[in-house]
């Protein structure tokens, strides 16, 4: 297995290495298949640290192949890549509304349920508010919730709400996340409306508050955050529950909720896109990812929610007590996924250049 990006410190994992670039992979394919090895190579583009390694090695050893894991740090980023002509990709963990836009394309295949044995397993409460209810070429991954981090010797007067992005005592030592729709719905949750919200005005205001809390953030961003509040280079974050917990197992001063005022929560799916050459070990692998057993290791490393019910007693009280992963009833009624908002979303890019151009 090899990553791209992600934290190569930890022990186990293998040496990061740039092997993205659908050349390499096809170069990659090419020499193995002159030097006489047959090893398929399944080729996996997805957000850093959102796999457990020693499960990749499972399946690479089970399969007799190899799997090349490429990272991206945004739906948007992953997104714009595959447009620009980025083809080699065998499987994709994009969030629920990029899926639809991306299926509305044809730009992934019809998933075959005879390989997939294993969703049975996938929780039907959750499918119930999914938008691809019948799995037809999306299988639910990892449901993440987004919140804030902190120091807790650090930042004083904490309240648990969006809020903190306004505290210029913390100037210079917050970040917000590089992501358009996570960063506007934070600032429209502030403001009690929708993240799917269609409105102008309420997009204005949104984007006055931004520009506000802009003022005190050292930069947008989506991966190096994690490394810069371990560190204490940064004392408060927008984040991602799972990252967070990764963190924590280094710095068990770092801190998270999820803001009273709601939040946002996302589906990542697996999906194979229509060009993929090797479907059928791609199904095999979204399979493997639902096997009861191997969806609760991941999600006890990952600390992020694998929607698939047979694993939930696996999961030890440490996952299932904690309202960063199951999030409180009275949070979650708040809270909404991110939904593919059709030609509207030209609004949130227009409040978004803007905003990243302010300075
Ligand atoms: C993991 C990123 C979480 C994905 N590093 C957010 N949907």
């Known amino acids: ?5 992600g934290d190569a410190r930890r022990p186990g994992r293998a040496i990061a290495v740039r092997a993205g670039s659908a050349l390499l992979i096809a170069a990659a394919v090419l020499f193995s298949a002159a030097c006489g090895k047959t090893r398929p190579v399944l080729s996996v583009y997805t957000w850093s640290d959102y796999i457990k390694p020693d499960l990749v090695r499972r399946f690479e050893r089970e399969r007799g192949c190899r799997v090349v894991l490429d ?3 945004s739906n948007e980023a992953m997104y714009a890549k595959l447009r620009a002509g980025a083809s080699g990709y065998d499987l994709l963990t994009p969030s629920s509304y990029m899926v639809s836009l991306m299926h509305s394309q044809g730009l992934l295949r019809r998933l075959d349920h005879a390989l997939l044995p294993n969703v049975v397993h996938v929780d039907p409460d959750y499918l119930e508010m999914a938008i691809d209810k019948s799995m037809d070429h999306s299988v639910p991954y990892m ?3 987004t919140g804030i981090a902190y120091l807790e010797s650090r930042v004083k007067d904490v309240v648990p709400s969006w809020r903190m992005f306004g505290r210029a005592d913390l ?6 996340f590089n992501d358009m729709r996570e960063t506007i719905g934070a600032a429209l949750k502030l403001l009690g409306y929708s993240i799917n919200t269609t409105s102008a005005a309420e997009l204005a205001e949104a984007e006055a508050l931004l520009l506000e809390w802009k003022k005190n953030l050292a930069k947008f961003d989506n991966e190096q955050y994690k490394i810069g509040l371990a560190s204490g280079e940064f004392l408060l974050v927008h984040a991602w529950s799972g990252d ?4 924590r197992r280094e710095n068990p001063d770092v801190r ?11 589906c990542d799916d697996l999906v194979i896109p229509a060009d993929a050459r090797e479907s059928a070990l791609a199904h095999a692998f979204i399979d493997f990812l639902h096997d009861p057993a191997v969806a609760a290791e991941n999600t006890g490393f990952i600390y992020y929610l694998c929607p698939n019910k047979d694993s939930y007693p696996l999961l030890s009280a440490e996952i299932r007590d904690n309202p960063g992963i199951f999030l409180d009833p009275t949070i979650r009624a708040k809270s909404e996924m991110i939904a593919d908002i059709g030609e509207a979303n030209a609004l949130y890019i227009v409040v978004w250049d803007r905003l990243k151009a302010a300075r």
């Open 171 to 176: 100037r210079g030592r917050m970040t917000m």
């Open 71 to 73: 990272t991206f740090e």
């Open 256 to 266: 998270f909720f999820v803001p009273e005022e709601g939040t946002v929560i996302s």
């Open 143 to 145: 449901i993440t919730n």
């Open 244 to 247: 967070i917990f990764q963190v």
């Open 1 to 5: 297995m090899r990553e791209r990006g």
